[in-house]
């Protein structure tokens, strides 16, 4: 989980700083954007073929979602062998916190924005898709799809739960991987809280950026 986890995040940190180039200005007419997604396509050109590293990029995020997952899956079902009766009355929490308790949720509800996301913005297909999508016109797609308060709306809130998501995930990345003495508890705190803050309030501000009229 932990593993996983990392490779997750750390494609979400790559994924959003590349996404900034929405702020930077146009190159000879061209939205920097576009130069950035073109060149993704094409990387390790001509060593490689067009396409193929990237490819193997997705793939690997894949099969990190795909674990991640697993591992979860095979949590839950370890938690429910270790207690096989239910608890008679109302749960008393000590070590567990909103975020914790609510990990299947977020990461359900994250699951959904991203099959949204990719059907968005990736394919263009969803019947919510905005009606100009084209490939690789990334910076129009962005404007058309942001400009619909309802869409950057959900995209705020799926990031609000993403944070409960990665507040808990981070902090216990440290547990599953034997970081877990006392003395290094207010560090995890800090990462949790600063890495989740980053992640949220800088993934937010695209589609907000737009909505409110500062890129169009
Ligand atoms: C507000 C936040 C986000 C914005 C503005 C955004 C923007 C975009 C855009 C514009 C694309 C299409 C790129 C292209 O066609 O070249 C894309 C693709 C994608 N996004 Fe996001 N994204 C956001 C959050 C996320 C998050 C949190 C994830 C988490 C996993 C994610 C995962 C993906 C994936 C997997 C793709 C497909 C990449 C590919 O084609 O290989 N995005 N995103």
Known sequence: MAV?????IGFVVAHMVGNWKIFLPDVDGVPDIDIYAHALRELLVPFI????TLWILRTGLIVAFLLHI??????????????????????????????????????????????FHLADLTWGTHPMAPEVWERGEVYANFVATFSRPAVTAFYVAAMVALGFHLYHGIWSMFQSLGVNNPRFNNWRRYLATGLTALIVVGNAIMPLAVLFGFIE
């Open 70 to 115: 697993h591992a979860a899956y095979a949590l839950t079902i370890m938690n429910r062998q270790a207690r096989s009766e239910d608890y008679r009355g109302p749960r008393n929490y000590i070590a567990a916190n909103y975020a914790s308790r609510t990990m299947r949720w977020s990461g359900v509800i994250f699951l959904l924005f991203l099959l």
């Open 49 to 52: 073929p067009e396409h193929v």
């Open 4 to 8: 996983t986890g990392i490779i997750i």
